[in-house]
């Protein structure tokens, strides 16, 4: 399996704090995901990452943000958590390659009550 | 990218062939076709992909009609664990893919 592991795998919280969750892998791979998946929606990407430093928007990203400070470690954060933000997140990493797989990450389920 | 088209569930004895088609008619000359399963509750397992010939690993084959348009990931032994979502999914070079609401398999014992 893919090193990459979430933190935290489960959290709940109240509408209206910050929430941070993290991706860490020991692959060594350039490229990183958020996805969200809920019930009838599938995975949806919210943000990705081409390499430190450089991110750029997915089709779900609005109240969502993300930082890439080093090759490791990709974080999500909820600047101000809403109920429609509860899901199921999971972090998927990618090797630099045209055709190259995405391994995805155990999942973190966030409540926002 | 281009869209696919799945059936949204389908049935399998335990030990025969699974057989899952997914359409692409809009596929472009540079995309992959990809597939990926998941299991209740985990991450995404990536299965196989291809972009032009047939492609086998130790988990599957990847059949790709020579037009491009369809494609079929076969299981050859199904067993129970089998019984999860396959997503058939096509991307190019922008390393970004979408995933549908693929096909639930159901492996019977």
């Known amino acids: 399996d893919a090193g990459i592991t979430q933190s935290p795998r489960h959290k709940v919280t109240e509408t209206g704090t910050p929430v941070t969750l993290r991706c860490h892998q020991t692959?060594?791979?350039?490229?990183m995901y958020w996805y969200r998946q809920d019930p009838g929606h599938g995975l949806r990407l919210i943000h990705y990452?081409?390499?430190?430093?450089?991110?750029d928007k997915g089709e779900v990203s609005d109240g969502y943000s993300v930082s890439r400070s080093k090759t490791e470690d990709f974080l999500l954060t909820l600047e101000s958590a809403t109920s429609s933000q509860t899901s199921v997140y999971f972090c998927a990493i990618r090797e630099l390659g045209l055709a190259s797989e995405q391994y995805f990450g155990p999942g973190t389920r966030l409540t926002v009550t | 990218d281009a869209k696919t088209t799945q059936p949204t569930s389908m049935d399998c004895a335990e030990g025969r062939a699974a057989n899952l088609p997914c359409n692409h008619s809009?596929?472009?000359?540079?995309?992959?076709v990809y597939w990926y399963r998941q299991i209740h509750s985990q991450g995404p397992q990536y299965i196989i992909h291809g972009l032009k010939n047939n492609e086998t690993n130790e988990m599957a084959s990847l059949i790709i009609t020579e037009d491009r348009k369809s494609s079929t990931l076969i299981l050859p032994h199904a067993t129970l664990r089998d019984t999860a979502v396959y997503y058939c999914?096509?991307?190019?070079?922008?390393?970004?893919?979408?995933f549908g609401k693929g096909t639930l398999l159901t492996v019977n014992p």
């Open positions: 809009t596929i472009s000359g540079n995309e992959y």
């Open positions: 999914i096509v991307g190019g070079s922008n390393y970004k893919l979408t």
């Open positions: 990452s081409y390499g430190v430093k450089d991110t």
């Open positions: 692959e060594n791979h350039r490229y």
